[in-house]
């Protein structure tokens, strides 16, 4: 598995958008 190294943007976006969903609500 190269997630990490094949997109490690993709990953930080996706955290991104967790931390996002979370917080508006």
Not at 1 to 25: C, N
Request: proline share 4%.
């Amino acid at each position: 598995m190269k997630e990490k190294q094949a997109d490690p943007i993709k990953t930080f976006r996706a955290q991104w958008a967790v931390m996002t969903f979370y917080e508006r609500f």
